[in-house]
């Protein structure tokens, strides 16, 4: 399950995935090359911390915690959508 709010702080979407079966922890590494395969651009990647990436034109953050910011955007379907092709990299489908 993914749940998507307004974030006020940062102007955006944030998108959180949970999962009760297992703990939520996204491989950056894994997602930034599988990204890159998709033609993704990547602007900045702190292993274990961060990756900053541009998808579908916005500035998205993601977290190993499964934690997405999908900046300067207000529409929380758009935001899943972003976050899905995210998880679908982390090999998350199932929390879709």
């Known amino acids: 399950?993914?749940?998507?709010?307004?974030?006020?702080?940062?102007?955006g979407i944030v998108i959180q995935a949970y999962s009760w079966d297992k703990?939520?922890?996204i491989d950056?590494?894994?997602v930034k090359t599988c990204l890159e395969g998709r033609s993704v651009k990547i602007r900045t990647f702190i292993p274990?911390?961060?990756l900053?990436?541009?998808?579908e034109g916005f500035e998205t953050s993601?977290?190993?915690s499964g934690k997405i910011i999908v900046k300067e955007l207000e529409n929380s379907e758009k935001g899943k959508e972003i976050a899905s092709i995210i998880l679908e990299c982390a090999g998350l489908s199932d929390v879709l």
């Not at 900053?52 to 998808?55: A, E, L, N, Q, R």
């Open 1 to 11: 399950m993914i749940i998507a709010k307004p974030c006020v702080t940062m102007k």
């Open 23 to 25: 703990k939520i922890k």
């Open 62 to 64: 993601i977290y190993p």
């Open 28 to 30: 950056l590494a894994k």
């Open 52 to 55: 900053i990436t541009v998808i």
């Open 48 to 50: 274990g911390m961060m």
